[in-house]
């Protein structure tokens, strides 16, 4: 069964440094969200795309953050500058049709 | 605005017993109602879904959710729980297809043998 993939699984950074966190959708799959869950806390929106273009962003999803779907199939999340609140869980998201969406495993980051 | 509460933090029951998980949701207009499930160190697994047919919804692993549109619920059940239940449960409410996600903050399922 399809599922969508997130590398790395586990990514560690200094606090002002540049992290990509990648994620490749359910092939054919139309629409793509990130979520992120801080320990202990609820799981956040951050941002949703469709159609090469974002549709909805949360208040959390500042300039500091931008995603891109380079080549057809990866969907990235790019965070400029890294803060330690940025420490979290990042799940990446697809739906076909956008009735029902597909998680991934995640991506631990840690900001040190 | 969207919101949803799920109540009880963490649900200890013992095996064989009956489960049950507690949403409570606030929507503008009819909603999209799901339940996951996350697995220690997995991802978010989709346990059943609600988008407006049947009011009561089977899902996987023995799971179903009752939709209660004048009690604006969407509590989770199963009836004879499972050491492999164990898990944290999430709650989600979405108010238009492709929208985005509103959780819970999830309640944590404890079996005891």
């Known amino acids: 069964e399809p599922e969508v993939t997130q590398t790395p699984s586990h990514q560690v950074t200094q606090m002002g440094q540049e992290v990509i966190l990648r994620c490749v959708p359910i092939s054919n799959h139309l629409y793509f969200y990130w979520y992120r869950q801080i320990l202990g806390q609820k799981v956040e929106f951050l941002v949703s795309f469709y159609n090469n273009e974002i549709s909805e962003k949360s208040e959390i999803f500042d300039d500091q953050f931008s995603v891109e779907r380079p080549d057809g199939s990866n969907f990235t999340l790019k965070i400029r500058s890294t803060k330690l609140e940025d420490s979290a869980m990042y799940f990446c998201a697809s739906s076909p049709t956008g009735d029902t969406q597909y998680f991934g495993p995640g991506t631990r980051l840690t900001v040190l | 605005a969207q919101s949803v509460t799920q109540l009880g933090s963490h649900v200890s029951v013992s095996e064989g017993a009956l489960v049950l998980l507690r949403c409570n949701y606030s929507?503008?207009?009819?909603?999209?109602l799901f339940w996951y499930v996350q697995y220690p160190n997995q991802g978010l697994q989709l346990l059943l879904k609600y988008t407006s047919a049947a009011t009561l919804v089977k899902g996987i692993n023995g799971f179903e959710a009752e939709f209660k549109k004048s009690e604006t619920s969407f509590h989770l059940t199963k009836p004879s729980a499972h050491m492999s239940d164990a898990a944290e449960y999430f709650c989600?409410?979405?108010?238009?297809?492709?929208?985005?996600?509103?959780f819970g903050q999830g309640t944590e399922l404890s079996v005891k043998p």
């Open positions: 989600a409410v979405s108010e238009n297809q492709g929208g985005k996600l509103i």
């Open positions: 929507s503008s207009v009819p909603p999209y």
